[in-house]
């Protein structure tokens, strides 16, 4: 099935450092979603973008809707050891700002390994 | 609190059985539930989905008679995996929606041995 561009694949950083993933489409998307996934468990919603060029914060985690709708990236600030993990991003045709939410197309995911 | 909840959390089965899966959300009502399965180091991939009280829609290539999806409540939705291979060995996450809202469940590491 049809997936998003995420990149990188991977990043080892050290801690205190700032970092950058971001995701392209070749089609557009109405709704964008962030979500880190750890080990053995399941994805958890990070940050959701629902308006093209709208750039939304969740404490040290910003993330933007591409202006053409068809990009999102997702910035990490000072890291921390606990911010190991997959992030992945997904894409929804569909418009969720107050309506049910429907299919998720996803990123390959960023695996991310923060060194204290 | 957890807001969906999957059982089992890990389940070991012998080749040629069926393991049932069962997504369970808390807190809400789910109108529409997901079935995702994602095999390691790699992303999640869409299998179906249902909605409560209807037939569930399969994605390409996935086998309908293989993954029985039983959506009988807005609460409720289990996925059987018939006549298990080795190649069936992967983690299962549910994905249940609700109008304004959305949660995975913690996902099951099946093992099929």
């Known amino acids: 099935g049809q997936q998003l561009n995420q990149s990188p694949q991977s990043m080892f950083i050290q801690e205190g450092e700032d970092v950058s993933m971001n995701c392209t489409s070749s089609s557009i998307f109405n709704t964008w979603l962030w979500y880190k996934q750890e080990p053995g468990e399941g994805p958890v919603l990070l940050i959701a973008?629902?308006?093209?060029?709208e750039l939304t914060s969740n404490g040290r985690l910003t993330a933007q809707f591409g202006i053409t709708r068809k990009d999102s990236f997702l910035n990490i600030s000072a890291s921390i050891p606990s911010d190991v993990g997959i992030y992945f991003c997904a894409g929804q045709k569909s418009n969720a700002g107050g309506t049910s939410y429907g299919k998720l197309t996803f990123g390959q995911g960023t695996i991310l390994t923060v060194h204290p | 609190g957890a807001v969906v909840s999957q059982h089992p959390s890990r389940v070991i089965c012998k080749s040629g059985t069926s393991v049932k899966i069962e997504c369970r959300s808390l807190d809400f009502q789910a109108t529409t539930m997901f079935w995702y399965r994602q095999f390691p180091k790699q992303s999640l991939m869409l299998m179906a989905t249902s909605n409560e009280g209807s037939k569930a829609t399969y994605e390409q290539g996935v086998e309908k008679d293989k993954f029985l999806i039983n959506h009988a409540s807005l609460t409720l939705s289990t996925l059987t995996v018939t006549s298990a291979h080795p190649e069936d060995s992967s983690f299962y996450i549910c994905r249940v929606s609700g109008q304004y809202e959305q949660y995975f469940g913690p996902g099951t590491r099946l093992t099929v041995t």
């Open positions: 973008l629902y308006k093209a060029g």
